[in-house]
């Protein structure tokens, strides 16, 4: 995928509801015709998104999540205009209670790892101000 050129079309997402991504299209910069805009799973083309003109280089986008792309953990997909290669937008769907557990896990592996370096830290200061050592003030 071709992500350095700068990109002559605007996607902003308006919404995703019962599966399908939804935003609008302008063109902002050189180009002719409708873009054709792909959702890409894992960098490969998972569908093609439909639009419907509402005005002068302005379109209203609509492409569904394909189901058979969901599944536990995180899944990210992106928007890209097929002419360019250029990345629009992207999106990511969390599921399943491996992710969950995961996710708690790592906070508590998180909460203990500033657990341990709190007690470093009161221990090396209560070391340094037994030992009558200077603090540096700068």
């Known amino acids: 995928m ?3 050129a700068p990109a002559s079309l605007r996607l902003h997402r308006t919404s995703i509801r019962d599966g399908v991504w939804e935003g609008l299209l302008t063109r902002v910069g050189e180009g002719e015709g409708v873009p054709v805009i792909e959702l890409c799973h894992r960098d490969a ?5 439909e639009l419907t003109e509402r005005g002068e280089e302005a379109w209203s986008v609509r ?3 394909p189901s058979a792309a969901l ?3 995180v899944q990210t997909f992106t928007l890209v205009d097929q ?9 990511a769907v969390s599921l399943g ?6 996710i ?9 790892e500033l ?6 830290f009161r221990r090396h200061c209560a070391e340094a101000s037994a030992s009558g050592a200077d603090f540096p003030t700068d």
């Open 71 to 73: 599944s536990d953990g």
């Open 2 to 4: 071709k992500d350095h």
């Open 83 to 91: 002419s360019t290669g250029l990345m629009l937008d992207s999106f």
């Open 45 to 49: 083309p998972v569908s093609v998104a």
């Open 115 to 120: 657990d341990l370096l709190k007690r470093a």
């Open 97 to 102: 209670e491996p992710l969950q557990d995961d």
């Open 104 to 112: 708690r896990a790592e906070i508590d592996l998180l909460r203990a």
């Open 63 to 65: 492409v569904p999540i």
